[in-house]
């Protein structure tokens, strides 16, 4: 039982080059959600999914696109990156019921 | 609007000491408040969570929580520390009454175990 899968781990950019970041969870959940964590900040929600075919911003959206290709599968796009968007990625998927969210190992990404 | 404050950005207990980690919160609404811990280059892990009842949450590991409404508290707690517990935590409470589930962190308290 995998959980939340998240690809690559890794991956540097330059300035301007675009990339999609993967995520897939295997436990049948309704919600997926997409965080970026940068220190001292904690985690900040960058867009969800309550439901297969629904999307929504989170609290920094800005620079980011999101496709929820499937009920498992939520997929996160830098569509032209920038230094600021240097972070550590991380998704999460959550059944209803005020159960807690499930989160990937995350991808690290770096923007030069 | 919801928010979550960890007023340490670091503890240090020597090991077998009891630890408290520190977590206040401000919600409209009941609070639902979890605790996760993260280990380095590691996704966030569920340690436990208050929806209702007892005040007092045990969850994994032999953490404790303990929710005091009157003091919009939700501390973290063992009774006694492990080297292998140094990590970095993070207390969350969920956003609105919706059933979203979205998650607003505090930003998070490293704990350190020092044998």
């Not at chain 1, 690809?7 to 993967?22: C, D, I, N």
């Not at chain 1, 609290?59 to 496709?67: I, R």
């Not at chain 2, 009941?30 to 949450?57: A, E, H």
């Not at chain 2, 994994?60 to 929710?67: H, I, M, R």
Request: aromatic letters at 12%; a positive charge; glycine letters at 8%.
């Amino acid at each position: 039982n995998a959980g939340v899968t998240q690809t690559p781990k890794f991956q540097v950019l330059k300035t301007g080059q675009s990339m999609t970041l993967q995520c897939a969870q295997d436990m049948n959940h309704n919600s997926m959600y997409w965080y970026r964590q940068d220190p001292g900040m904690g985690l900040r929600l960058i867009y969800y999914s309550a439901s297969e075919g629904t999307t929504d911003k989170g609290e920094v959206p800005n620079g980011y696109n999101v496709s929820r290709l499937n009920k498992r599968e939520f997929s996160l796009r830098l569509e032209s990156a920038a230094p600021s968007q240097t972070s550590v990625y991380f998704c999460a998927s959550r059944d209803p019921q005020g159960q807690p969210q499930h989160f990937g190992d995350g991808t690290r990404l770096s923007i030069l | 609007a919801q928010s979550v404050a960890q007023p340490e950005d670091q503890v240090n207990v020597a090991e077998g000491n009891p630890l408290t980690v520190k977590c206040t919160y401000s919600v409209s609404g009941n609070p639902y408040l979890f605790w996760y811990v993260q280990y380095p280059n590691r996704g966030l892990q569920f340690l436990l969570k208050y929806i209702t009842g007892d005040n007092l949450v045990k969850g994994s590991y032999g953490f404790e929580a303990e929710f005091n409404k009157s003091q919009t508290s939700f501390h973290l707690k063992k009774p006694s520390a492990l080297v292998s517990d140094s990590a970095l935590y993070f207390c969350a409470v969920r956003d609105s009454p919706s059933n979203t589930g979205k998650l607003i962190f505090g930003q998070g308290t490293t704990l350190q175990v020092k044998p």
